[in-house]
């Protein structure tokens, strides 16, 4: 059991509860210390990048680039025009048969109005080609349409490649 002539931890008179106090205090002293210790050096460094900043803005160069040199030089720009022109090139061959398609039918066209207008042939044969020759024309029409359709698409991305490249 307890000797009668200890100290109790409870008892407020005894030198454990001296020393617990004692060591609090010391702790929160060091603490304080520390935090203050802490501002000490993030002022310190604080005022190190400050300076270390303004003494760069004095050294700031300032660099002008041709940026259309830049760009023309660039790896990716050579490769997307290299990709643009073959594309126009397979769009005005893809134009060339068009237009040879449209001539073809043109021709068949007037082959079939000439046979429907020829007075040697019979009225049931001319009436019979009459059908065939409005049959070509709306094909021949409508194959007119998407040549222009056409050839306006491929005008406007030649123009804009030539801007492209141009730049």
Known sequence: MMDPNSTSPLDPDSSSVLKNTEMLEI????????????????????????????????????????????????????????????SLEKAQEQDNALVDELKRMAEVFNEVKERSENPALTDEARQQARPMQMLNYKKFRECNRIGRIFRQILSARSSSAKTLTAN
């Open 27 to 86: 702790r929160q002293t060091l603490y304080l210390s520390s935090i203050l210790n802490m501002k000490k050096t993030l002022l310190i460094l604080i005022a190190v990048c400050a300076l270390a900043m303004s003494s760069h803005a004095q050294t700031l160069k300032i660099i002008t680039v041709d940026i259309a040199k830049l760009f023309e030089g660039y790896y990716k720009t050579q490769q997307a025009g290299e990709k643009i022109r073959l």
